[in-house]
Each structure stands twice: as C-alpha cells, then as structure tokens.
C-alpha cells in the first residue's frame, strides 16, 4: 500500500490509532502470555489427538480434539501475524511522516472527551487573524 497519497491528516490520525493500539496492546502484559499459553494448549490438543488414534484408534473424541486444537492455533497464528504487520505498518508510516518532515500537532484530550488544538495551533490561528486585521487596516479608505 503506498502512502505518498495520503494526506498529512490521514497519516497522523493513522498512526495515532495504531500508536493508541499498540499502548493497549503492551499494557496487557498478560495478554500475550495468555495467547502463547492457549498456542500451547492448542499443540497440546493436536498431539494427545494424534496420541489418541495411535493407541485406541479412530474415536469422536480424538477427531474433536485435533479440530479444536487446530482452531486454536490457527487463531493464535493470525493474532500474532496481524500483530506484527500493524507493528510494520506504524514503522513504515512514521517513516513517512519523517520523510515528509510534517510538523506533528497532537490534539490533547480534555475531561469532556473533546478535542482541542495544542498552542502551537492556537499561537498558528493567532497569527493568521492578526495578518488578516493588518490586511484589513493597510486597504484605503474610499
């Protein structure tokens, strides 16, 4: 997927959802090890399955076991590559946003949940509207 596209906005607010993501994703330390141990569980199911048909033959029981096992560790396998690839993906756009050298203005948060510009923006609009008012008064009168 190319990016040089996208719009400075788009690219800021993409990466802030992954960056928002990825601090969520981290802060659940035991998130993780809970994957890895239900990959575990999964391998586990799959081999006693196996075990299973080598010792008492073909059951219910063993099939289920290694159908169950198999989801199991496919979901693990797709979890953890979409992981990655979004762990790519934010690289690739902060690379981006570096090569485009885009001031970045994150919005900070108030109590209320609304957004508000940071002062870099305000002193920005400030700015404007004071070389708009000297726009204004630098005209003739008629």
């Known amino acids: 997927m190319s ?5 400075d906005e788009e690219l800021i607010s993409t990466r802030d959802s992954l960056e928002a ?17 239900t990959a575990f569980l999964g391998a586990l199911a799959i081999s006693t399955g196996f075990a ?4 008492d033959g073909v059951t219910v029981l063993s099939i289920i076991l290694m159908i169950m096992g198999t989801i199991t560790c496919l979901s ?5 590559k979409r992981r990655k ?12 946003i ?16 609304d957004t508000k510009p ?4 305000e002193s920005e609009q400030q700015d404007l509207a004071a070389t ?4 204004v008064n630098d005209s003739p009168n008629k």
């Open 3 to 7: 990016m040089k596209k996208w719009t």
């Open 21 to 37: 993501w990825n601090t969520r994703s981290n802060s659940t330390a035991g998130g993780s090890k809970m994957w890895l141990f």
């Open 52 to 55: 299973f048909i080598f010792l």
């Open 76 to 80: 693990w396998y797709k979890s953890d």
């Open 85 to 96: 690839d979004n762990i790519a993906f934010l690289e690739d756009i902060n690379k981006e």
């Open 98 to 113: 570096k090569s485009r050298k885009i001031k970045d203005a994150p919005k900070a948060k108030d109590k209320s949940g």
């Open 118 to 121: 940071t002062e870099s923006m």
């Open 132 to 135: 708009d008012s000297s726009t």
